[in-house]
């Protein structure tokens, strides 16, 4: 077991597939207990059962960001079954790019809703558990949009920026309580986010670059674990990382 993993109670949102799945996978094999919340309780369900299969602790809770009281339901459950909670992995996101000018403001609701709403949820449920505790980790994903701004993307980079500005105003006010914050901003990984794109003809360009250059859902648990693991006294505040090739 790997030390500052092993026992730990990981709560993990957008936990049924791409990085969320991967992570929790992970996080289970080196010894965490992982609750897991999506929208998509069956599939959460039947991961839960192949990370119990192979020795893991784990449990599934029917989780939509968007909503505070889902949120906050996930990780009291994961407190009662384990007795407290460790960390907070914020994974939920979208990304249906397109133009500004092609008014998908349902779109840019929905971005708004899961992205930062989703992410200020996460805190929120947590911020209480770890004030008590006097300990706690909170992890946020950015994406490499969450620096850059690209033409079609302006509102998920928007959202992106924002989780970053977030993450790090988080991280001066939970000192005093012995709280690390740490925000992961991935490029290019094999996940279904491109499968929400849209836009008439970006969704298929979009997603044959991706899928020419993209890294394994992994490589994101390997982050995630390896800012999980360092000691108490040691907090990883910032990791960006991309494929090799990737331009931007």
């Not at 993450?167 to 000192?175: C, D, F, H, I, T």
């Not at 360009?205 to 394994?216: L, N």
């Amino acid at each position: 077991m790997t030390d500052n993993i092993s026992g730990k109670v990981i709560v993990i949102t957008g936990a049924s597939s791409g990085m969320g799945e991967a992570t929790a996978r992970g996080l289970a094999a080196k010894g965490a207990k992982v609750a897991l919340g999506a929208r998509r309780l069956d599939r959460l369900e039947a991961i839960v059962k192949e990370i119990e299969a192979a020795g893991g602790e784990a449990i599934a809770v029917a989780t939509d960001v968007a909503k505070l009281e889902d949120v906050q339901k996930l990780v009291e459950t994961a407190r009662q079954k384990f007795g407290r909670v460790d960390v907070i992995f914020n994974n939920a996101g979208l990304m249906p790019l397109s133009p500004l000018d092609s008014l998908k403001i349902d779109e840019w609701n929905q971005m708004i809703d899961v992205n930062v709403k989703g992410t200020l949820y996460g805190i929120a449920a947590v911020l209480p558990v770890f004030q008590e505790q006097k300990s706690g980790h909170v992890i946020n994903v950015s994406s490499v949009y969450g620096h850059k701004t690209v033409a079609t993307g302006a509102v998920y980079c928007a959202t992106k920026h924002a989780v970053r500005s977030l993450s790090e105003g988080l991280r001066q006010e939970v000192k005093d309580y012995n709280v690390r914050v740490t925000v992961i901003s991935p490029g290019a990984v094999d996940t279904e986010l491109t499968s929400h794109i849209t836009e008439e003809g970006l969704g298929d360009e979009v997603r044959g670059f991706v899928k020419q250059i993209a890294v394994p859902a992994s490589t994101m648990a390997d982050m995630v674990a390896f800012a999980v693991s360092q000691p108490a006294n040691v907090d990883v505040n910032e990791i960006l990382f991309r494929p090799t090739v990737q331009p931007v």
